[in-house]
């Protein structure tokens, strides 16, 4: 037996939503105790003041690749059934500035401002309506932005393909700049503090 | 040594174990060999015989000119017969290359080639890695050629509303496709069916025209 399990039909449709609640409840809770809920402490992140969610985010990635990459390996887990989205390069880039820059203005990301919301934070709900306000003009001047949309396409290309090496030295080599991106967090927020210190 | 890692800070604990399997994970190289697989020998033969795994010429004719989109053709003739003329939407998969390719397990897929049985053959070699939704076009090329692009029609003088329905439906099919109808009936081998030219490279195409957007993701 493999792993995703909803794709092989082990479970209907009806327990799945019961599995992504509960899984939901967990990751928002996580996510709150973690510190995501505050718009400040995402803020921070930006200007090197306090890099916790830098920091949590690089350690669930290098969590899932390692895991995902050893539970494949001894047969548990089929990549070839998680589902990952095609390849856009430009659009993709464009769309996370945007994100990006969202990001730093509201102090909140998509799931976060959730988050935020079920604690009761004002800015947050603002942000998520201005998020759907946001969704439904991109509903309606798709038309006009489709080809760019679709356009420099790449297909679902994964970065072992695009280097044509193996999963292995890209796990090692994303182990490493998560390191070095932790070292240099470190170092950043003793820069800002001294700075600080120094005003 | 044991006392030294000991001794470290938790986060440096975590660290060094993160390195260590990052290098174990450069020998380990690829995390899965996709050769060998087992099959389920009862839902395969209980599924063999289903007519969902095979869709009929018009049918898919149908879902080409509506631009539906929810499912990949896979040519498994060579690439020069390919190159000289494919169904609008295939692309070219050679069968070894099948379980190798873009296709993903859960997609709706179908195969076809010049007759059923090199894409029967297919089929199970899929349907064995696990690729849940795999048809086939039933007679593959040879009903395509000669159903859809050039339908043969002997309802000669449309006796009835319903019949030159019909009739026009495939002329309109056909010509969709670049092919014609063929009226005469009984005398089809006497007309020259030439293919429809292909215009663009396909391959450049065929690769990315699956314009749907992500359904999951953050």
């Known amino acids: 037996m493999t792993a995703p399990f909803y794709k092989f039909g082990l479970f209907n449709d009806e327990v799945s939503f019961i599995i992504a609640f509960v899984l939901g409840l967990a990751f928002g809770f996580v996510f709150e105790r973690g510190g995501f809920g505050s718009g400040r402490m995402l803020a921070a992140q930006f200007y090197f003041t306090d890099m916790r969610v830098f920091k949590v985010m690089f350690t669930a990635i290098v969590v899932a690749m390692i895991g995902l990459f050893y539970l494949s390996w001894i047969g548990f887990i089929d990549l070839s059934l998680i589902y990952f989205g095609d390849t856009f390069i430009m659009p993709q880039i464009v ?14 990301c998509p799931g976060t401002s959730t ?7 004002l800015d947050a709900i603002v942000y998520l309506l201005g998020g759907a306000f ?6 309606e001047v798709f038309p006009y932005i489709s080809d760019f949309f679709y356009s420099t396409p790449m297909g679902r290309i994964t970065l072992p393909e695009l280097f044509g090496i193996d999963y292995g030295i890209i796990v090692f080599a994303v182990i490493l700049l998560a390191i070095a991106g932790f070292t240099a967090a470190d170092w950043g927020e003793k820069f800002m503090a001294s700075k600080k210190e120094g005003k | 040594m044991l006392k030294i890692y000991a001794a ?19 020998f380990i190289g690829n995390p899965q060999d996709n050769t060998t697989t087992t099959v389920n020998i009862k839902e395969l033969s209980m599924t063999a015989g289903d007519n969902v795994n095979s869709v009929s010429v018009q049918e898919l004719s149908n879902w080409i000119i509506q631009g539906k989109m929810d499912y ?29 390719s873009e296709l993903m397990r859960n997609e709706k897929i179908i195969l076809y080639a010049d007759d059923d049985i090199v894409a029967s053959q297919a089929w199970f070699i899929l349907k064995a890695d696990g690729y849940h939704s795999v048809s086939i076009l039933k007679k593959g090329m040879e009903a395509w050629k000669n159903e859809v692009v050039f339908p043969s029609c002997n309802c ?13 439906k495939k002329a309109e099919v056909a010509k969709f496709f670049g092919g014609a109808l063929q009226t005469d009936g009984g005398t089809e081998s006497s007309v020259k069916k030439n293919l429809p030219k292909l215009k663009a490279p396909k391959k450049v195409v065929l690769k990315t025209n699956r314009k749907k957007p992500a359904r999951e993701g953050c």
């Open chain 1, 95 to 108: 769309g996370g500035l945007i994100l990006g820059v969202g990001f730093v203005i509201g102090g909140y």
């Open chain 2, 8 to 26: 470290l800070p938790p986060r440096k604990q975590i660290g060094i174990i993160a390195i260590i399997l990052g290098i174990v994970a450069v």
């Open chain 2, 156 to 168: 000669g003088e449309h006796s009835t509303a319903e019949l030159k329905q019909l009739h026009d």
């Open chain 1, 115 to 121: 988050v935020a919301i079920a604690t009761g934070r």
């Open chain 1, 134 to 139: 946001g969704i439904f003009v991109f509903g």
């Open chain 2, 72 to 100: 990949r053709l896979v040519d498994l003739r060579t690439e020069a017969d390919y190159d000289e003329y494919n169904i609008p939407s295939s692309e070219c998969v050679s069968m070894s290359s099948l379980t190798k």
